[in-house]
């Protein structure tokens, strides 16, 4: 079973390695830095659940799930810019919010998602040397929102959310590129 928190939750760094789901914060947490490790499944606080704020910038490790299948409306808000979301899966009814968005990893990208992944100012995708991804190919309820998106990259960037919004800062593709955009699940984008 989960450790359960109904009452908030708030500190400078909190670590979460080396435990498996860890905690349900229902009363909310305010961490600056929150510590994952980075090693296996098996080590990680992967069950995000209830409403969480990261006051700094905030880079997720793999195996990080905000939500879970049995349990929608978590959301995590990322007061500054968010990096490199590598495997992070915003299970359905769940939403990340951030203020900006950063990809330089050279690894698949958030593309687990069937969630709502909100970025209020930019995102920059650049550097990326795989084919990169917002969310799941087959991710039917996945939602996009972003103020606007660029792309400095040499490979495909997919954009495979059933629901896309661009702000007024529209999609600009960087100076040094060869990319080409693609849409899947057309429907409703």
């Known amino acids: 079973t989960l450790t359960v928190f109904d009452r908030t ?12 789901h860890c905690c349900e914060f229902r009363g909310g947490i305010t961490v600056e830095k929150p510590v994952f490790s980075n090693s296996s499944e098996n080590d990680n606080a992967r069950a995000i659940v209830g409403d969480w704020t990261i006051t700094s910038d905030w880079s997720p490790v793999s195996y990080n799930e905000l939500g879970r299948d049995d349990a929608t409306g978590s959301s995590i808000t990322v007061l500054g810019e968010l990096q490199d979301p590598h495997n992070i ?7 990340l919010t951030a203020e900006t968005m950063k990809v330089t990893s050279s690894t698949y990208s958030a593309y687990r998602n069937n969630g709502r992944l909100v970025i209020k100012g930019l995102m920059n995708i650049a ?17 996009i929102i972003a103020g606007g998106i660029v792309y400095n990259t040499g490979k495909w960037p997919y954009l495979n959310a059933k629901t896309l919004v661009v702000g007024a800062d529209g999609i600009k593709f960087g100076s040094t590129h060869d990319s080409r955009l693609r849409f899947s699940n057309s429907a409703g984008i």
């Not at 550097?127 to 939602?143: E, I, M, P």
Request: no cysteine; proline share 3%; hydrophobic share 30%.
């Open 9 to 20: 939750v708030s500190g400078n760094e909190i670590d979460f390695s080396n435990t498996a």
């Open 89 to 95: 899966v915003i299970h359905p009814g769940s939403v």
């Open 127 to 143: 550097n990326t040397s795989k084919d990169f991804s917002l969310a799941r190919k087959d991710g039917d309820n996945a939602t």
